[in-house]
C-alpha cells in the first residue's frame, strides 16, 4: 500500500532517508549549488504542504517530489533562462511579499534506488497535477534536468532534444514527461548556475588545475569554465523547462 505525505507528515527515520536520497541522486556539482545551500531549508520551512512523499507500507520511502507554488502571468515561452534557481527564489519572493500564486513548480523528483523503473515517478507527477487543481492554480511547469545529458557535455541541450535512438527521443526522463502528458516550452540556459574560485573547483574535479579552458566535471550536464588569472569558474547547466 502507497502512502501521501506532505513534509510536516514525516517521522525522523523518513528525514533521514529524504536527505540522504537527494545526496545519492545528484552529482556533487549540484550539490555544491550555491542557490541550494542558502534558500533550501527556507524553501522547505514555507511550502511544506507541497513537499510530497510517496511511502510504503514498511515506512520505507519510494520517492518524493519538491514542488512550490508560484506567480507567473507572462506567457509559458517567456519563462526565465534562470529556470532552477530562479525558481526556489522567486516562490521565496512571492511567499515572502504575499504575492499569490498562480502556477506551480516543479524543483525535482527523486525516485529510491529500489524503487527505479517500476513507474512510481509517473504516479508522483499524476499527485503533482492533483495539488495544481486542488490549489486552483493554471500552471505546472518544470525545469527539468536529463538524466543522460551528463554523457554529453559538449552538446548543447537544443541539440540534445533532438537526439534520437531508434526514431524515439534518447532521453528516458524527456520521454517520461512526454507520455505524462507535458509539453517542451524551451531551454532555459543557465537555470543552475555554480559559481568559484579554483580551489573550488580543484576539490570537484580531484585534480590540480594549471590553465584556463573548459572542464567536464563528473555527472555536470555542461562544462565547467576556468579562468586562472580571474581565479574563478562558472558552471551554467542547461535545462528544459515543460509545462503540464
Known sequence: MIKYLYLSDLDDFLIKQYRSAIK?????IILNSQTTEKYWSTLEKYFPHTQLFMVNEDNNLIGFMNIVP???DQPLKELPDKGWDWLVQRS???YEN?????????LQIVITKKFQRKGFSKLLISKAKEIKQ????INFVIPIRPVFKHKFPKMKMVDYLEFKKDQNIYDPWIRTHLNAGAKIISV????????GDIVFWQGLLNKKIVESGSY?????????TIDIEKDFGEYREENIWIAY
Request: proline letters at 5%; aromatic letters at 10%.
Open 188 to 195: 532555459c540556459k543557465n537555470s543552475m548556475n555554480v559559481k
Open 134 to 137: 486542488n490549489l486552483g492554480l
Open 24 to 28: 545519492l541522486a545528484f552529482p556533487e
Open 70 to 72: 508560484v506567480f507567473w
Open 92 to 94: 521565496i519572493y512571492d
Open 216 to 224: 567536464k566535471i563528473k555527472g555536470a550536464l555542461n562544462l565547467v
Open 98 to 106: 504575499n504575492i499569490q500564486p498562480n502556477s506551480l513548480g516543479g
